[in-house]
């Protein structure tokens, strides 16, 4: 993989590269939760180890991670851009279409499929995973616009084979039904108990976590849940 | 057995897989050399489709096929469609519950070029990837002849077509009616709802030769399979459904839809897997909905509350492509004692999407309109509405006949409105006030018929120690999964961590759908025959010759804890099976309903009590809580019986104050998305305190347990409306409870 | 969703210099309207200029006691701004009053200006919608118009702007600094936003070409108190049925300074002088937040599913005012 800087043209070099972008540097100050930072992504050339090729869950149909091409030193494909991604501790570099969404990446192209689609357009949270620490609808991101940036998803929330103290407090309370919004509904809870702004009272968690939609209604446990995990997190 | 694990709150033995992301649902696989299949939709809801352009998206990147009506297999081979393969033919499911073949929607996709519902598939865009299948669907272009629609039950005169195998009567309503000193005569609605299971309708077809695999969100993988082996032409065995993991389905998914016969054939055309996931706004159109619905109440009861006469007629939307039945009145025969009852349903054809089962399909409807009218004859008899119910209570069914196997409405009543305060409710409306808020107490009757069907099992004791067990049923996120293997640790004594159980494939035996309450009454008897069946295969092998219990009689063995024992000496079944070669042994059963169903009528009975607050200065409605005690026999496991009736009440919630699939005048979908269809939220959730009696009911089955699903969805809207009348004195006979309603 | 082509731009000169006064390109910030929107298929940019480089993510205090905003802080930064939840509590309130944790922490303040409607005939592309589609009809003036405006229409569109934070705005008092191939220059808030008449596709006071770099705040109103409520059907995670935002600022009983926008009920965030002259002066009496209410509501129009929100917006008013003035 060529090395991430080289690829970016310097700081005047605007309106070049209509293809790939203009990527600039910038000095703008840090924001609490600026999850957009595409700079500041430093070499990642270590990432390229055929370690990371095939990690994250793979499913049993044996889907490979689609990022083969980056890993071999091609060129990105014609209309697509090369960007690398840090998903739950692992570095993935894939070549992306401006029109590929942060969650049907993370689902297709690295077989992250623990992340869901409920809705694709932000009005459920079922695709919510952290970005540079943030909450946000994956559906409604570019994959494009993350390049660099730090990636949690429910695969990466527990940690050597543990269960996150949010994880344990879900299965404890039964806090899901179909499971299909769980990942979601966690993802936000792990966020917001991460979150000063946010008391701790039950009506704040309710309203806080309100953009997490679950149809089985296991809102009660989801609750429950969460106010026993803050206890742990 | 040295502990009862049966009647135990059981974390989900699926939990970590759930919880870590490694549940498999459908659109979770992705198969070597998968090809994207993305719908087209008409855009409108009643004409003919005139002319399709598909050469733009044909030429779109990626593209791989379009799969239209000009390449559709087709049900009859015609001589102006001269693009029908002839090795391309298909055919109708039978579509009967009996043959365990139902569909949603027995139409073929494209079998004609009339257009009956919006959102009906014109076309399939197969291509290389997700991104490249969305884009070039948008480049498919149609041109239709337009035609008037109907664009609901609301908005046409149509009286509809009689459904005749659902009419009841007893007695002579209409005569006692008339002479009756108190009546009541009202007519009550239900806006069109749509499931929204958060797991959107996915399939994954392909082909090997002649043998069809489809991964599917199904809650009848054995349904589904012997559709598609009758579409197909096709024997059942070589058609496979899985369904690991369902991202629920409250019935959107018991029957297949055309998605899954346009993806199966996408596949077979391109020679590849075809995965197809319906958007959001396709779900509304094409999986099923709870239809629009209206019911007409009659009643009348003499001063004191003893009821003389209901009659309960009702009309339900269904779609132009297929006869669909909401049994609305079916509960009301058997809800109250009552000599003179009659129950009519009538379907009316609309240009919507056929409709389905939903939560409680037509007793949740029924239970609006009688529960809200037993509360407004309380309110005209001047009596408490509690009382009113206590008064008719029926003491066995009165249309079958027969014994109730276990009623135990009155301790849910006792219990209910003990834990709710009942008795401080002062009647008077707008009498409870706390701060700008109106507080409102108003309560309902829960019902659901207790169902059971066939199922069989297989279980199989393996020399690694693991218990595994099989049943072609699934779990739709009920819980089925734990209480199967509650099952087999109970009867086995092995701990829940060595057993596996396995679901949702077709392959295995034939379970039943997940659907109507029924799948923990008719699957747990066949995984208890099945393990007591290994259990007897394996004391065969124990005492065969140079086996550890050579000589004994079987039925002198005990199997406890994992362990054979003969009262000396105890052999655990591991050492037992690592002494054969195939170091397993497997037992199988089947399970049905037998003569019980003659003796007894099987039903769960239950209470909602709900307070809400009503804020009169700005409009503002919510439930602040609801107290429920529901009796459903024995709960096979207390933590995930509860939390379902729990997520039932805020179904009902949302049935009884937010939820309407709204068509507007031209017949087209106006809220076909999460944001504009609304459904509880957290920030809704009231103090929610569900009990659960304890009255096994062992006429039902052996482990006494009548099934939770549906029941805690019934009588919610009522009792939410009945309390807002509490507060407010507006009766709101529609659903759901608008502001418009409401607003002074 | 349809492709599109995609570049990044680091300073603002650049991104209206990538953009080209190109009506094919579009800006893209957090994108949590746009991409929705580019997913339906209602908006189809050839290409989007990624501004997230921008140097906009700061927030100002100005010397003359106004606060300058940069147009790519997040509605969560800026609605747990310490400065803002002190002196601009309204603003703050109607923030967390909109959409969810997830898209606030994307969705930043110019895309908040910029949010487009959320009337179901303009976000679908097979309905007619005169902002969509000039001159292909109004879906929603014959059809379901529940969520649709009272205030500001006209027999070409009815849409609702849905955003919170304007509305917040709207009472505050702002100015827009957008700046593009002519340089800089400043728009009132009031005047940014353009009521349909017979050209709704025409949203806002935004030249091709141009972006927004910040919002800047008035100086709070000396001894104001503010509030925003905001009613819908369920309890959060809904766009307003109808919202007030109030500021109101006494002497003694009396009214000395008093600004009211509404919002879930208008073409545009919705100022209403009205009833603010109708508040002034007057002695803080629920009397007079009733005559505020019916001089605000008094030109409204019922269209058939939404008339219920003109009372139910006079409540909010009523409400917002009592809240405050408490």
């Not at chain 2, 092995?494 to 008719?522: N, Q, W």
């Not at chain 2, 995930?640 to 997520?647: D, I, L, S």
């Not at chain 2, 482990?703 to 507060?727: K, L, Q």
Request: charged residues 25%; hydrophobic residues 35%; aromatic residues 6%.
């Amino acid at each position: 993989m060529a090395d991430k800087d080289d690829k970016r043209p310097d700081h005047d070099d605007q309106g070049k590269g209509r293809a790939r972008g203009v990527e600039i540097h910038d000095a703008r100050a840090p924001s609490r939760r600026n999850f957009l930072k595409s700079v500041g992504a430093t070499s990642l050339a270590a990432a390229t180890a055929p370690a990371w090729a095939r990690v994250g869950y793979v499913n049993h149909d044996e889907q490979e991670p689609q990022d083969k091409r980056a890993d071999e030193g091609e060129a990105p494909a014609k209309g697509t851009q090369r960007i690398t991604l840090n998903v739950n501790g692992q570095a993935h570099t894939l070549d992306v279409t401006p029109n590929m969404v942060l969650l049907d990446v993370l689902r297709h192209q690295l077989a992250l499929t623990g992340t869901k689609k409920g809705c694709d357009i932000g009005q459920c949270g079922a695709c919510t995973v952290h970005v540079n620490g943030v909450s946000i609808n994956s559906c409604l991101s570019l994959a494009v616009m993350h390049d660099g940036d730090e990636v949690t998803t429910v695969e990466g929330l527990g940690q050597n084979g543990k269960l996150h103290p949010i994880q344990q407090a879900f299965l404890d309370h039964d806090a899901y039904q179909c499971g299909y919004c769980t990942p979601g509904q966690m993802m936000s809870a792990v966020a917001i108990l991460n979150d000063a702004e946010v008391a701790s009272d039950d009506a704040a968690v309710r309203e806080a976590m309100s953009g997490n939609i679950c149809r089985c209604g296991a809102y009660k446990n989801i609750l429950s849940a969460i106010q026993t995990a803050r206890k742990n997190v | 057995m040295t502990e009862t694990i049966i009647g135990h709150r059981t974390t989900r033995v699926d939990g970590e897989l759930k919880l870590t992301g490694k549940a498999d649902y459908t659109s979770d696989h992705n198969l070597p050399n998968q090809a994207y299949g993305y719908p087209v939709p008409s855009t409108i809801a009643c004409g003919k489709l005139l002319e399709l352009d598909i050469d733009e998206a044909r030429q779109a990147p990626g593209v791989i096929e379009i799969v239209h009506r000009g390449n559709f297999p087709q049900l009859q081979p015609s001589d102006n469609n001269p693009a029908c393969g002839t090795a391309a033919r298909l055919y109708r499911s039978p579509s009967t519950m009996a043959e365990q073949n139902k569909v949603g929607e027995v139409r073929l996709p494209f079998e004609d070029d009339g257009i009956h519902y919006e959102g009906q598939y014109i076309a399939l865009v197969v291509a290389d990837t997700f991104e490249h299948a969305r884009a070039a669907a948008r480049l498919v272009k149609a041109r239709y002849e337009v035609h008037e629609a109907v664009p609901g039950l609301f908005s046409t005169d149509d009286e509809g077509e009689e459904a005749g195998d659902e009419a009841v009567s007893r007695g002579d309503p209409a005569g006692a009616y008339e002479t009756a000193p108190v009546k009541l005569d009202q007519t009550y609605t239900i806006a069109m709802e749509t499931h929204m299971a958060m797991e959107m309708h996915a399939s994954i077809a392909t082909w090997e030769d002649d043998r069809l695999t489809i991964y599917e969100s199904t809650q009848g993988v054995v349904f589904q399979r012997n559709a598609l082996a009758q579409i197909f032409g096709i024997p059942p065995e070589k058609v496979t459904v899985i369904a690991h993991y369902i991202g629920s389905g409250f019935g959107s998914k018991l029957f297949m839809w055309p998605h899954a016969v346009m993806t199966a054939v996408a596949s077979r055309m391109v020679g590849r897997p075809v995965k197809t996931v319906l958007s959001r706004q396709q779900n509304f159109c094409n999986a099923g909905n709870r239809p629009a619905s209206r019911q007409h109440v009659r009643m009348a009861a003499d001063r004191d509350g003893k009821l003389l006469s209901i009659r309960h007629d009702s009309q339900n939307e269904t779609s132009f492509i297929d006869s669909y039945t909401e049994s609305i009145g079916s509960g009301t025969p058997r809800a109250y004692a009552c000599d003179n009852v009659s129950v009519s349903q009538r379907r009316v054809q609309v240009n919507h999407g056929t409709p389905t089962s939903m939560r409680a399909p037509g007793e949740v409807s029924g239970s609006v309109a009688l529960e809200i009218a037993m509360d407004e004859l309380a309110i005209e008899l001047g009596m408490d509405p509690l009382e009113l119910r206590r008064k008719n209570f029926a003491e066995r069914d009165p249309t079958a006949d027969l014994p109730w196997s276990g009623n135990h409405l009155r301790e849910c009543w006792d219990d209910a409105s003990r834990r709710f305060g009942w008795e401080k409710r002062n009647p008077e409306i707008g009498s409870m006030r706390d701060g700008h808020e109106i507080i409102g107490w108003g309560m309902a009757d829960a019902t659901w018929e207790a169902m059971r069907s066939h199922c069989k099992a297989r279980v199989e004791l393996r020399a690694d120690g693991k218990v595994q067990v099989a049943c072609g049923t699934q779990d739709i996120g009920t819980g089925t999964y734990t209480i199967v293997a509650q099952t087999a640790a109970e009867l086995t004594g092995v701990p829940l961590s060595r057993i596996e159980v396995k679901l949702g494939d077709s392959m295995l035996p034939a379970g039943p759908l997940s659907g109507g309450s029924m799948a923990t009454a008719t699957v747990l008897p066949a995984v208890a025959g099945a393990t007591r069946d290994v259990i007897e295969q394996l004391k065969q092998i124990a005492i065969a010759d140079g086996a550890p219990f050579a000589g004994k009689e079987a039925d002198s063995l005990e199997f406890k804890n994992g362990e054979l024992s003969d009262g000396s000496r105890s052999v655990s079944f591991v050492d037992i099976l690592n002494a054969v070669p195939r170091g397993m042994v497997e037992g199988e059963a089947s399970a049905a309903p037998g003569d019980e169903q003659d003796k007894f009528s099987f039903r769960s009975f239950g209470a909602h009590f709900v307070e809400i607050r009503w804020d009169p200065g700005i409009s503002r409605l919510r439930v602040s809580r609801v107290v429920s005690t529901i009796d459903i026999g024995r709960a096979i496991n207390p933590l995930t019986a509860k939390n379902q009736v729990e997520g039932a009440i805020v179904m009902g919630m949302g049935m009884g104050m937010f939820e309407e699939t709204e068509y507007d005048p031209a017949g087209n979908i106006y809220n076909n998305n999460y944001a504009d269809y609304v459904v509880p939220v957290h920030a809704d959730i009231p103090d929610i305190e569900v009990e659960l009696l304890d009255n096994p009911d062992y006429n039902f089955n052996e482990f006494g347990a009548r099934g939770v699903g549906e029941i805690g969805i019934t009588g919610m809207a009522a009792a939410i409306s009945n309390a807002v009348y509490h507060a407010t004195g507006k009766r709101i006979r529609d659903m759901p409870i608008k502001i418009a309603d409401l607003i002074d | 969703m349809r492709n599109f082509a995609y570049q990044r731009a680091g300073n603002v000169t650049q991104a209206y210099t990538l953009h080209g006064n190109d009506n094919s390109a579009d800006f893209i910030a957090g994108g949590t309207n746009l991409i929705d929107m580019v997913k339906l298929d209602i908006m189809r940019p050839e290409r989007l200029v990624d501004v997230n480089l921008l140097p906009l993510t700061e927030i100002e205090e100005l010397d003359d006691g106004r606060l300058k905003i940069g147009a790519l802080v997040t509605n969560t930064d800026l609605a747990y701004d310490e400065r803002v939840t002190t002196r601009y509590p309204v603003l703050s309130e109607a923030l967390l009053a909109g959409a969810s944790t997830q898209l606030r922490n994307v969705a930043t303040t110019a895309g908040n200006v910029m949010q487009r409607t959320r009337c179901p005939y303009f976000r679908n592309p097979s309905r007619p919608c005169n902002k969509r589609e000039p001159g292909s009809g109004c879906g929603a003036l014959d059809g379901i118009n529940r969520n649709h405006a009272v205030l500001g229409g006209s027999d070409k569109c009815i849409a609702v702007h849905p955003s919170d934070m304007c509305v917040g705005m709207q009472a505050l008092g702002a100015t827009i600094t957008v700046e593009g191939p002519d340089g800089p220059r400043e728009i009132p808030f009031e005047e940014y936003h353009l009521l349909p008449g017979d050209t709704p596709e025409r949203e806002h006071d935004l030249r091709d070409g141009e972006l927004i770099t910040h919002v800047t705040l008035d100086a709070p109103i000396e001894g104001a108190k503010s509030h925003y409520l905001k009613l819908r059907d369920r309890m959060s995670f809904e766009f307003a049925l109808a919202s007030c935002a109030a500021v109101v600022a006494l002497d003694g009983d009396t009214i000395r300074e008093a600004r009211i926008a509404l919002g879930g009920i208008a073409t545009k965030p919705w100022r209403s002088h009205e009833a603010e002259a109708a508040l002034k002066g007057k002695p803080a009496t629920e009397a007079t937040f009733q005559q505020a209410a019916e001089a605000a509501l008094a030109g409204a129009v019922p269209h058939r599913d939404a008339a219920f929100k003109i009372p139910l917006a006079k409540q909010a008013i009523v409400r917002a005012l009592s809240t405050v003035t408490r």
